[in-house]
């Protein structure tokens, strides 16, 4: 079902993007940041691929161009949020129901996605932080979140919480 595949595609892009956030978005020290930016690419899956393809020591524009932007990765950004879009076009509607807002927000995810450019994102300043980077994860992961809600609010039932009328050991009861 596609609702399931969507809902997948957003945990796997929020997992991602809380992997970058807790890993690259602060330069520490070359060979730090080298065993860090490894371990990233262990942890999405990836460092096959990126050995295979770059041949060298690990750089965060690098990491970056294959864990954001490449689209036949499919642990990448790219890859799940053009994924996660394809599965809400068409997504039944409810009736007299307008435009879809969460294939709307899947669109705007996905072309976020698709248009960064990693060499601004691996920029560091002065702080050793890379802000543009933390900005993009930050928008991301907010469209991310409001997809996720529009998601449960157009295609599943909230049932109210069930009480019991009857109580056994309500001693006005025979």
Known sequence: ESTAEAGRRI???LLLTALLR????????????????ESTLIAAESIITYRRRYRSRAHVDTVLDLLVLDLDNPRSLAHQT???HEATVGLPRRQGAGDSPVEALTETVADLVRGVDTG???AI???GRRPTLIAFLERLDDLLVRAADALDGEHFSHQMPQHTVFMPNDPGVR
Request: glycine share 4%.
């Open 82 to 84: 053009a994924a996660l």
């Open 125 to 127: 300043d002065d702080h």
């Open 120 to 122: 601004a994102l691996s």
């Open 22 to 37: 807790a890993t690259v978005t602060e330069a520490t020290g070359t060979a730090t940041d080298s065993l860090v930016l």
């Open 11 to 13: 945990e796997r892009s």
